[in-house]
């Protein structure tokens, strides 16, 4: 860097200005000189300043050098450590048994893992082993009450994880039991899709169909401790499919649901079956929304149809005493109208709230009712079935824990009509209208556990009637989803 000097630059000024010095008085010659020393310290105070900034900067730019130099070995060294260290991991990972060398992958696999038990104690008028409704062809042992006394009711096993970007896997297991030992069966084991597009989903597997409203949910988010009679009649307990399920979710402000079932229609009111294709098919449709801060509403709409084969059942008796074996083949459709309403003060249903739900069951069925004549021959004839079915309920949550509810069931097998057989011979399907009445008091310390006290008075059996005293706890140990609306 070049600096001018102050005596160069005062020889450049006199040499500038030869007539201004000739003739300038000696004030202004002293003045002038005045001038340029004042210029000349200004410009040597500035040339210090500059001089001593660079040297500052050619300080601090060694100090860098020398650090850098410093991480730079330190640096070297770290990778050396770094180096013998992975050398060592190597080694000892190249040692591990076959145990410590799986993928990562699998031990990051971690399903939800939820048990509910359901345990109940009941005190019955009739026997729980004769149970039957009257008036509509018996499905099974599930349509009945538990036994008498302690029982285990019917506690659940269930897994879920997603298996990927694409799939979520569900399992879940019922603990029954059946004539006094405990039974293990498969309620639920599919497959359903994640992220499909304009609200599709699909399920593949067994699962618990989505018509009607409380087909869908479990034994423990059921607000009273048995199912609806209208269940036990038109589905012996609940309508559960093996198949593929198409759910759809329209994007709109009201929630819309379209789905439909395409399933083997191996149970009730279906029959086994050993032949190609599928033997039931569903459609449903579900429509809700709110009414301001303070309520919520739902409506639905089902169809169930299926074409049972010989589908089993047994009905009077031979002079020995011994059942006779009944069947019948032919197309059974039922409809599905179902609805719940739910309130709760400013939207805050912790302290107290209301929900309303009822159901509309009605089936008819036409085909061939194959009739044993004591055992010793068989008569077929026509025969046609319309029958019908509901339940309505009230369930008030009046403090914090605390729930009061009472349920209403009605079915009306209504007239059937059996051609040319003789209806005294099938005393089962002689009219009758059975009904059921039920008052239950629970109590909820959290969210994981109940307790429950329910009263009812059924009348499922013609001049039977049963006076049922239930105690039941449920609780829920480990990952449990949301139950649903």
């Given at each position: 860097m070049t600096f001018v000097r102050p005596g160069a630059l005062c020889v450049a000024l006199a040499a500038a200005f030869p007539a201004v010095a000739s003739a300038a008085s000696d004030a202004d010659l002293k003045q002038l000189r005045q001038q340029i020393r004042e210029l000349r310290d200004t410009y040597q105070q500035r040339i210090e300043a500059l001089e001593r900034r660079l040297a500052e900067t050619e300080q601090r730019a060694a100090g860098a050098a020398t650090a850098a130099a410093a991480a730079g070995s330190t640096a070297s060294t770290a990778v050396q450590s770094v180096a013998k260290v992975?050398?060592?991991?190597?080694?000892?990972?190249?040692?591990?048994?076959?145990?410590?060398?799986?993928?990562?992958?699998?031990?990051?696999?971690?399903?939800?893992?939820?048990?509910?038990?359901?345990?109940?104690f009941t005190r019955f008028q009739r026997d729980p082993g004769a149970y039957r409704i009257d008036g509509f062809i018996p499905s099974g042992g599930e349509v009945g009450p538990p036994r008498k006394g302690f029982s285990l009711g019917e506690s659940e096993l269930a897994f879920s994880a997603n298996v990927d970007h694409l799939f979520r896997a569900n399992a879940r297991f019922a603990?029954?039991?059946?004539?006094?030992?405990?039974?293990?069966?498969?309620?639920?084991?599919?497959?359903?899709?994640?992220?499909?597009?304009?609200?599709?989903?699909?399920?593949?597997?067994?699962?618990?169909?989505?018509?009607?409203?409380?087909?869908?949910?479990?034994?423990?988010?059921?607000?009273?401790?048995?199912?609806?009679?209208?269940?036990?009649?038109?589905?012996?307990?609940?309508?559960?499919?093996?198949?593929?399920?198409?759910?759809?979710?329209?994007?709109?402000?009201?929630?819309?649901?379209?789905?439909?079932?395409?399933?083997?229609?191996?149970?009730?009111?279906?029959?086994?079956r050993n032949r190609n294709g599928a033997g039931l098919w569903t459609a449903f449709a579900h429509?809700?929304?709110?009414?301001?801060?303070?309520?919520?509403?739902?409506?639905?709409?089902?169809?169930?149809?299926?074409?049972?084969?010989?589908?089993?059942?047994?009905?009077?008796?031979?002079?020995?005493?011994?059942?006779?074996?009944?069947?019948?083949?032919?197309?059974?459709?039922?409809?599905?109208?179902?609805?719940?309403?739910?309130?709760?003060?400013?939207?805050?249903?912790?302290?107290?709230?209301?929900?309303?739900?009822?159901?509309?069951?009605?089936?008819?069925?036409?085909?061939?009712?194959?009739?044993?004549?004591?055992?010793?021959?068989?008569?077929?004839?026509?025969?046609?079935?319309?029958?019908s079915g509901s339940y309505l309920q009230a369930v008030y949550q009046f403090m914090p824990r605390w729930r009061v509810g009472v349920r209403g069931d009605w079915l009306d097998s209504g007239t059937a009509n059996?051609?040319?057989?003789?209806?005294?011979?099938?005393?089962?399907?002689?009219?009758?209208?059975?009904?059921?009445?039920?008052?239950?008091?629970d109590w909820s310390p959290s969210e994981f556990s109940r307790l429950r006290l329910q009263l009812a008075r059924d009348k499922s059996r013609r001049d039977e009637p049963d006076n049922q005293v239930w105690l039941q706890y449920i609780m829920s140990l480990g990952a449990h989803g949301a139950h649903k609306f």
């Amino acid at each position: 860097m070049t600096f001018v000097r102050p005596g160069a630059l005062c020889v450049a000024l006199a040499a500038a200005f030869p007539a201004v010095a000739s003739a300038a008085s000696d004030a202004d010659l002293k003045q002038l000189r005045q001038q340029i020393r004042e210029l000349r310290d200004t410009y040597q105070q500035r040339i210090e300043a500059l001089e001593r900034r660079l040297a500052e900067t050619e300080q601090r730019a060694a100090g860098a050098a020398t650090a850098a130099a410093a991480a730079g070995s330190t640096a070297s060294t770290a990778v050396q450590s770094v180096a013998k260290v992975e050398a060592r991991a190597a080694e000892a990972q190249a040692a591990a048994d076959s145990v410590a060398r799986r993928p990562v992958a699998e031990s990051a696999f971690n399903p939800s893992i939820s048990l509910i038990i359901d345990s109940k104690f009941t005190r019955f008028q009739r026997d729980p082993g004769a149970y039957r409704i009257d008036g509509f062809i018996p499905s099974g042992g599930e349509v009945g009450p538990p036994r008498k006394g302690f029982s285990l009711g019917e506690s659940e096993l269930a897994f879920s994880a997603n298996v990927d970007h694409l799939f979520r896997a569900n399992a879940r297991f019922a603990l029954a039991e059946d004539d006094g030992a405990g039974v293990v069966e498969v309620e639920e084991v599919n497959v359903e899709t994640l992220g499909l597009s304009s609200g599709l989903k699909v399920k593949a597997g067994r699962f618990l169909s989505g018509v009607g409203y409380l087909n869908q949910q479990h034994p423990h988010e059921w607000d009273f401790a048995d199912a609806p009679l209208a269940y036990k009649a038109f589905f012996g307990y609940r309508l559960q499919n093996d198949g593929v399920q198409l759910r759809w979710v329209a994007p709109t402000d009201l929630l819309l649901e379209l789905g439909t079932e395409v399933a083997s229609g191996q149970k009730f009111p279906g029959a086994e079956r050993n032949r190609n294709g599928a033997g039931l098919w569903t459609a449903f449709a579900h429509l809700g929304g709110d009414i301001g801060t303070e309520s919520a509403w739902q409506v639905g709409l089902s169809h169930v149809r299926t074409n049972p084969r010989e589908r089993g059942f047994e009905d009077g008796a031979d002079a020995a005493g011994t059942a006779l074996a009944h069947s019948f083949s032919g197309r059974s459709q039922t409809w599905i109208a179902d609805f719940v309403y739910k309130w709760a003060p400013n939207g805050n249903s912790s302290v107290t709230n209301l929900k309303v739900q009822g159901e509309y069951f009605q089936r008819r069925e036409s085909g061939d009712l194959n009739y044993d004549i004591g055992g010793l021959a068989e008569a077929s004839s026509a025969a046609r079935f319309r029958q019908s079915g509901s339940y309505l309920q009230a369930v008030y949550q009046f403090m914090p824990r605390w729930r009061v509810g009472v349920r209403g069931d009605w079915l009306d097998s209504g007239t059937a009509n059996l051609g040319s057989l003789d209806p005294a011979g099938l005393p089962l399907l002689a009219g009758y209208n059975a009904s059921r009445q039920s008052a239950m008091l629970d109590w909820s310390p959290s969210e994981f556990s109940r307790l429950r006290l329910q009263l009812a008075r059924d009348k499922s059996r013609r001049d039977e009637p049963d006076n049922q005293v239930w105690l039941q706890y449920i609780m829920s140990l480990g990952a449990h989803g949301a139950h649903k609306f």
